[in-house]
């Protein structure tokens, strides 16, 4: 069992930057794959970024170029830095974790574990 602790989410005007931490407890031995998603109120949840276990990050054409994924395998924490944040960021975002290889598709949500999320509110 891994459970994953996120936290930095905040308020922010638009334009801000925010940075999401995530942290991997349990017994993890081998590769993974972690991500963030987010989902808005009455939207369905969007994946936002997935990184390998060697560092390969893909994001979603919506945050490319605002937002920063890295990853620290012998802590087990994977970080989100947002910057230029806009009003449409606005969403709960959740940390995942799978083991092997990340999803083909960042919106399969195809994921073992999932943080409890972290509250990210930008305004205008």
């Known amino acids: 069992q891994v459970q994953l602790v996120e936290s930095g989410g905040g308020s922010v005007q638009a334009g801000g930057s925010l940075r999401l931490s995530c942290a991997a407890f349990g017994y993890i031995d081998g590769t993974y794959c972690m991500g963030w998603s987010r989902q808005a109120p009455g939207k369905e949840r969007e994946g936002v970024t997935t990184?390998?276990?060697?560092?390969?990050?893909k994001y979603a054409d919506s945050v490319k170029g605002r937002f920063t994924t890295s990853r620290d395998n012998a802590k087990n924490t994977l970080t989100l830095q947002m910057n230029s944040l806009k009003p449409e960021d606005t969403a709960m975002y959740y940390c995942a974790f799978k083991w092997g290889a990340c999803p083909l598709n960042s919106n399969s949500f195809e994921y073992n574990y999932w943080g409890q999320g972290t509250q990210v509110t930008v305004s205008s």
């Open positions: 990184i390998s276990h060697i560092g390969i990050a």
